[in-house]
């Protein structure tokens, strides 16, 4: 049977180690450098791919309530924070409606009912073209009016909003100057941004939530937090 040198020779160093005839197999075994490099090099792969997967939606905005479970891509909190800033200024102008709901005829009953119902399940004060704005009224007169008496906009952009812009055209003027009020938050809902920057660049300039990303009922959670002012 080999004799651990150790006594004698000792293992201070990874040469002695693995020339002593008792454990030098043991040692190389454990050392092999490709196989700790396989190992390392696993384990880093599995990290960059869970880090891959998690940092998509791994950010909270800092007015998220405490205990908020809700999460947000790094996109979605840099498009928010101006409109949100533009709600804290606004929230002491008394008898504002949290949100103007823009959204197109065929709608109404459809998503737009329902996201304004979320919205008012979770406390949100909306402006809803069904109770609040006159039927036949110019689409970005209407947002405008409604805008003075919500803290915020939102535009809900379907395919049926799509054909209306198109059939309507757009007062690029108008548009603009809603935008550069940072007030405006498109939610788009089956369909895409693509889609959206054919009619109208400017709207489609700015990003906003999307169906394709989230739940309805997240999208109206993110504008809950987005518009309460605690």
């Not at 479970?69 to 002491?92: D, F, G, Q, W």
């Not at 996201?115 to 073209?129: I, N, P, Q, T, Y």
């Not at 704005?133 to 008496?149: H, Q």
């Not at 007062?171 to 939610?187: G, T, Y």
């Amino acid at each position: 049977m080999a004799r651990c040198t150790a006594p004698v020779r000792g293992h201070r160093t990874a040469s002695a180690a693995a020339d002593c005839p008792a454990c030098g197999n043991r040692y190389r075994s454990y050392s092999s450098p490709s196989s700790y490099s396989s190992s390392y090099s696993s384990s880093e792969k599995f990290s960059s791919r869970s880090s891959g997967t998690t940092t998509a939606k791994s950010t909270k905005p800092r007015w998220s309530r405490a205990g908020s479970t809700i999460m947000y891509t790094p996109a979605e909190v840099r498009t928010l924070t101006p409109v949100r800033e533009n709600v804290e200024k606004r929230s002491t102008i008394p008898e504002l409606r949290d949100v103007f709901l823009c959204h197109a005829w065929d709608d109404r009953k459809g998503p737009a009912k329902e996201l304004h119902d979320l919205l008012e399940s979770k406390g949100v004060s909306v402006w809803f073209s069904e109770k609040d704005v006159l039927l036949g009224s110019p689409l970005l007169r209407e947002i405008d009016k409604g805008l003075v008496k919500s803290r915020i906009g939102i535009v809900l952009v379907t395919p049926s909003l799509l054909q209306r812009l198109k059939g309507e055209g757009i007062a690029d003027k108008e548009l603009s100057a809603l935008l550069a009020r940072d007030l405006l938050v498109p939610i788009v809902h089956n369909t895409n941004y693509e889609a959206l920057r054919e009619v109208s660049p400017l709207l489609g300039s700015r990003s906003g939530l999307s169906t394709s990303e989230d739940t309805m009922v997240e999208v109206a959670a993110k504008i809950a937090e987005l518009v309460i002012v605690l």
